[in-house]
C-alpha cells in the first residue's frame, strides 16, 4: 500500500525542511540536500535523523 498523497504533500526532512522524494519499490523518503534516506515501515515513515540512513 503506497504512503497518502495528503501525507506525502507535508512530510519535509527533519533536518532541513527541504523537499523528500519518495521512493516507492524501495519504501523509503529521500533528502537530496542532507544525503539521508527515511525509511518506511508498515507504511509510516520513521522520520527520526538518528535512524536515518545516508545516501550517494
Known amino acids: 500500500m ?3 498523497k495528503e501525507l506525502l504533500d507535508i512530510l519535509v526532512c527533519p533536518k532541513c ?3 523528500l522524494e519518495y521512493l516507492e519499490d524501495e519504501h523509503r ?3 537530496h540536500a542532507c544525503k539521508l534516506a527515511y525509511r518506511i515501515e508498515d507504511d509510516i515513515p520513521v ?3 538518528d535512524e536515518a540512513e545516508p545516501i550517494d
Open 2 to 4: 503506497a504512503l497518502d
Open 17 to 19: 525542511k527541504g523537499e
Open 29 to 31: 523518503l529521500n533528502c
Open 47 to 49: 522520520m527520526l535523523i
